[in-house]
Each structure stands twice: as C-alpha cells, then as structure tokens.
C-alpha cells in the first residue's frame, strides 16, 4: 500500500521486526506500545498537515480543530501520566533494577514544555484569534523530542526479554486497564480514529475489540463532539480516511 498522508512527516514505528516473536511477552508489550505510540503520531500529523489549511471564515471548523488539538493533548497526558505513576514502576520492581526506566521518564520532560505551549495555546485560542501556522510551528517545537521518545522506548521495552515474561505481561494489562478510565467522549473517538487496521499489511488488530465496539464508538461516544473527528486520519472502524482539510503537501 502506498504511504498515506497520516504516515508523515513524523515517521511511524515499525514492529516487523519484532511483533511476531513469541518467545517473551516483552515483544508483544513493545508492539502494543509502539502500535499506540503509532496513533499519537498520527494524531499529530493530522494536526501539522490540517492546521493551516482550516478556513479562516469557517469558525466551526476552527472550534472543532481547537478541540481535536484538547484532546490529543488530553490522550498524551492520560497515556504519560499513566506510565509514570504505576507501569514504569512496576517494571523496575519486577527487573529489581531502580531507574531503568528513568531515561524515559527524563525524556517526557525533554519534550514537556513545548507540549504545555501548544496545550495552553489550543486551550486558551479564541476561535476569531486562530493561527493555523502558528499551531504548525508550536508543534515542530516539541515534536523532534517526542517522536524520538516514542520511539526510543519501544527499545526499551524489547529489551525486559531480560525478565519475568508472565509479570511484564501482567504489568502491562494493568497499564490498559488504567488507560481505560478517561473520558471516552474525547478520548475514545480519538483513539479508534487514529488507528489503521491496514498497516504493516493488516497483520495487526489494534486495539482489539470485540465487532461492536466501534458502534458504540461512533454511535455513542463519538455523537458529543461529531465535528471534531473530522480531522481524524482513520474512522471508528479503524479505515483510512482523507483529510478534512488538506494542502498539497499531504498529497504529493
């Protein structure tokens, strides 16, 4: 399949070369999180690509896209916070060694406070004061760093081959779990609407639900905000989709 426009221009992690080894849950572990990490990238490039291309008349269009930047600011947060407070702990505890997840800890806050400018700037923009560049140029403030974290610790977590293979899997079920408790109506949509059942040739069933739940996805959650996930890359049911709002550059 050719690259799509959501593939770029912050590249996605592969998992090919690693996502079929069973022999360790590490590697099922790094190819939950990097297939995760995947949709925040294109969440992100779906921000970059569409910002400067909303119409400055359109003022929906400008709310809905303030609100989809909210909650992709939201999902990072939730996503982060969760690692910090109970995931990386638990890792440490099971490996017995204290810091070896400090790295990516330090690496959340290389990429902090130019995450909190965008944040604070999408929270805070009046719909009549929205800068599509602006916004474009906030996000390659902080997107080097975070790309490279992102991808950084899926080496990480690869490398817990070194440890208990039952307790990393169990570490990781209570990470999901607690990643569930958010609000489903901002989060959700996002979530499922980030994700493309196609990539790598359709090997992966990300995130893995029972058939109905993107209904329930769309139908339900997404019904709150139904603008705002126009300037998804993907549908509730996981399909690539076009831009909302593209330039040439998401073509070419």
Known sequence: MPSHWSDRPYTLISTTAFSKNTSHSAYYV??????????????LN???????HIPPTNNTAKRDFLTYCQCWCESMHHHHDAE?????????????????????????RTFTPGFERFQEYVKTCAVKDFDGLNIRSL????????TTHLQD???TLKALDNYDS?????AYRRLEKSLMDTDNYRIAPLVFGTADRSYEGGIHDFPSVPFFVPYVIHYVFGARHRGVWRYNPCTAWRDLKDLAFKGAEATS
């Open 139 to 146: 996000v390659e403030d902080f997107a080097g760093p975070l």
């Open 153 to 155: 610790e899926i080496e």
């Open 46 to 52: 779906s921000i970059y690509l569409q910002a400067p």
């Open 30 to 43: 790094a190819t939950e999180m990097a297939l995760a990490h995947n949709g925040m990238i294109r969440g």
């Open 166 to 170: 039952g307790k990393v899997r169990q």
């Open 84 to 108: 910090e407070a109970e995931f990386f702990p638990s890792l440490e505890q099971i490996a017995g060694v204290p810091g070896l997840m400090a790295q990516n800890v330090e690496q959340h």
